[in-house]
């Protein structure tokens, strides 16, 4: 192997380490892969569905009313819930009706879906706390989200989905 050789072998080889390490820090700080583990965001999504995750969105802008988010939860775990309340608010179920600060909001997510009545009294707050969030699962009767652990903070927010990937049938864009 002459000099030239070698030297391309080199510019060769620093092109692939390079590409190496930009798709391990897009993977670190841009994107991810989470799987939807358990029923309570059916119908939206089910159980084993595989999601690409934005890690880099919620740097930029807060999460807003129904964003569907993945969070840390329990150090180990990581959920996938839908946000209904935002920082500032009054949040309550009334007869399976939403009210934001005292008002009705029609939520559209998912038809007959029906939520048990529940106020942010029950969590200790009046309203929700700066960085803070509320979160419940789309599958209202069968999901573990904040009625049981209470409210999350924006640290503890890992990405929004925006991909379906498996099921290949399955296969969309998540809004």
Known sequence: MDLRELKEFFNDTIKYILIAIGIIVIVIYVISLQQVVGPSMRPTLNNGEILLLNKFIYHFKEPKRND??????????????RVIGLPGENVEYNDNVLYINGEPYIEKIVEGMITEDFTLKE??????????YLVLGDNRGDSLDSRNFGLITKKDIIGKPFLRIWPL???KVIK
């Open 123 to 132: 969590l200790g707050y009046n309203t929700i706390p700066k960085d803070m």
């Open 68 to 81: 569907i988010i993945a969070f840390a939860y329990e150090d180990t775990k990581y959920l996938i819930k």
């Open 169 to 171: 049938n399955e296969f």
